[in-house]
């Protein structure tokens, strides 16, 4: 198995363990957030916090930040 193999296999595992669970860790969010690489990674994340936010009445403004940062990463441009 070659690095990317790994490391591929390894955010799959992180995202797996956010996703399974209602309120996940914002350690492991966070991890998540610095490290994933691929558009298919970051979709996979986005589309978990999305869901979040559009299940809720009040919804987190730290998971509304942490969208905004990813969708948006130069704002104002």
């Known amino acids: 198995m070659n690095g990317e193999n ?3 296999e390894y955010i799959d595992a992180l995202l797996d363990r956010i996703t399974q ?3 996940p860790s914002h350690e492991l969010i966070e991890r998540a957030t ?3 690489y691929k558009r298919e990674q970051a ?3 986005l589309q978990y916090l999305i869901s979040t936010v ?3 009445r ?3 403004h730290q998971i509304m ?3 905004e940062r990813i969708l948006f990463p130069f704002p104002g441009r």
């Open 54 to 56: 559009e299940g809720v």
């Open 21 to 23: 669970v209602r309120y």
């Open 43 to 45: 979709e996979r994340l």
């Open 6 to 8: 790994l490391r591929d």
């Open 65 to 67: 930040d942490r969208i």
């Open 34 to 36: 610095n490290i994933v």
């Open 58 to 60: 009040y919804p987190s």
